[in-house]
């Protein structure tokens, strides 16, 4: 199959996330498909391909099925599935190969009561704790002329760029930047009874998502970690408070069907769709 016919039948085994999976290779046992590539193929061109539907791939390979039999190079999350990359050992039967194949992660019962917030959020999300982002705070803050909330700070650190469950936008700073100085400039009505920032008491977008619906802190108190969340919809309508920190309101709304702003998607798994590099071979 070509490039676009690949893509189409990754797209059609990852949404939705679920249905048996069954591999056509013989010998390979169930939870899985593979899907054979044309060694014609340009390689890297397939990967950025797949990198920009899905985000940048894991750094760290997870478990993946036939291990014995290929060498595995890459591999994204999507949902509850892995599409994972690779190539059949050398042999008359070496060629490159695209598997997606189940993928689990703990449900939030099953976390320690003593984990952070962000700690619950790597959990449930599978994200390779190793992928750590350097940010100089200092510089940051100073243009933004505030300090921020120290568990938003280590969630950067921790994820970089990108969407939680494919569907919420965490900003970085400097988004968040631009954000502030065009709300500023289109004043206080659509946010009331709170200004934007960086009026005292002002909003700071923080995240947001397709469906316009936009996350904020309340700039109320001189130590950031005390910033509620305030959370809006499409309109001038008044928001919703939550007196919590990023990393738990986040945690919350992927995990919590009763949120009032949970993801709306019903996957099996949650993931981090990663913005933060490419996924070209050399």
Same mark, same amino acid.
């Given at each position: 199959m070509?490039?676009?016919?690949?893509?189409?039948?990754?797209?059609?085994?990852?949404?939705?996330?679920?249905?048996?999976?069954t591999?056509?290779?013989?010998?390979?046992?169930?939870?899985?498909?593979?899907?054979?590539?044309?060694?014609?193929?340009?390689?890297?061109?397939?990967?950025?391909?797949?990198?920009?539907?899905?985000?940048?791939?894991?750094?760290?390979l997870?478990?993946? %099925?036939?291990?014995?039999e290929? /060498?595995? =190079?890459? #591999? !994204? +999350?999507?949902?509850?599935?892995?599409? $994972? &990359?690779?190539?059949?050992?050398?042999?008359?039967?070496?060629?490159?190969?695209?598997?997606?194949?189940?993928?689990?992660?703990?449900?939030?019962?099953?976390?320690?009561?003593?984990?952070?917030?962000?700690?619950?959020?790597?959990?449930?999300?599978?994200?390779?704790?190793?992928?750590?982002?350097?940010?100089?705070?200092?510089?940051?803050?100073?243009?933004?002329?505030?300090?921020?909330?120290?568990?938003?700070?280590?969630l950067?650190?921790?994820?970089?760029?990108?969407?939680?469950?494919?569907?919420?936008?965490?900003?970085?700073?400097?988004?968040?930047?631009?954000?502030?100085?065009?709300?500023?400039?289109?004043?206080?009505?659509?946010?009331?009874?709170? %200004?934007?920032?960086?009026?005292? /008491?002002? =909003?700071? #977008? !923080? +995240?947001?998502?397709?469906?316009?619906? $936009? &996350?904020?802190?309340?700039?109320?108190?001189?130590?950031?970690?005390q910033?509620?969340?305030?959370?809006?919809?499409?309109?001038?309508?008044?928001?919703?408070?939550?007196?919590?920190?990023?990393?738990?309101?986040?945690?919350?709304?992927?995990?919590?069907?009763?949120?009032?702003?949970?993801?709306?998607?019903?996957?099996?798994?949650?993931?981090?769709?990663?913005?933060?590099?490419?996924?070209?071979?050399?």
């Amino acid at each position: 199959m070509d490039a676009d016919q690949l893509l189409a039948t990754v797209a059609g085994l990852v949404w939705p996330d679920f249905g048996e999976l069954t591999c056509d290779e013989p010998g390979h046992p169930a939870g899985h498909v593979c899907l054979p590539v044309s060694a014609s193929m340009p390689v890297n061109h397939l990967v950025e391909t797949i990198d920009d539907r899905y985000g940048s791939p894991h750094s760290h390979l997870p478990s993946l %099925p036939c291990d014995e039999e290929i /060498d595995w =190079l890459c #591999a !994204w +999350a999507f949902g509850g599935r892995w599409i $994972a &990359f690779g190539h059949f050992r050398s042999g008359v039967d070496a060629r490159p190969v695209v598997t997606v194949t189940e993928r689990s992660t703990p449900s939030p019962d099953q976390l320690p009561a003593e984990a952070s917030w962000l700690d619950r959020l790597v959990a449930i999300t599978g994200w390779a704790p190793g992928q750590a982002h350097e940010v100089d705070w200092a510089a940051v803050e100073s243009r933004l002329g505030t300090r921020l909330p120290t568990d938003y700070k280590r969630l950067v650190e921790t994820f970089g760029e990108g969407q939680f469950d494919g569907f919420l936008d965490v900003y970085l700073p400097e988004t968040m930047r631009q954000f502030a100085a065009c709300e500023a400039a289109l004043g206080q009505q659509p946010w009331e009874p709170h %200004p934007p920032f960086p009026a005292p /008491d002002g =909003l700071l #977008a !923080w +995240a947001g998502n397709e469906h316009e619906q $936009a &996350f904020y802190w309340i700039t109320e108190s001189p130590d950031p970690d005390q910033w509620p969340i305030y959370a809006t919809g499409v309109g001038p309508e008044e928001g919703h408070r939550f007196d919590c920190s990023t990393t738990e309101f986040l945690f919350r709304q992927l995990t919590d069907r009763r949120h009032p702003f949970s993801i709306p998607a019903d996957f099996h798994a949650h993931w981090f769709l990663s913005y933060n590099g490419s996924g070209e071979l050399s």
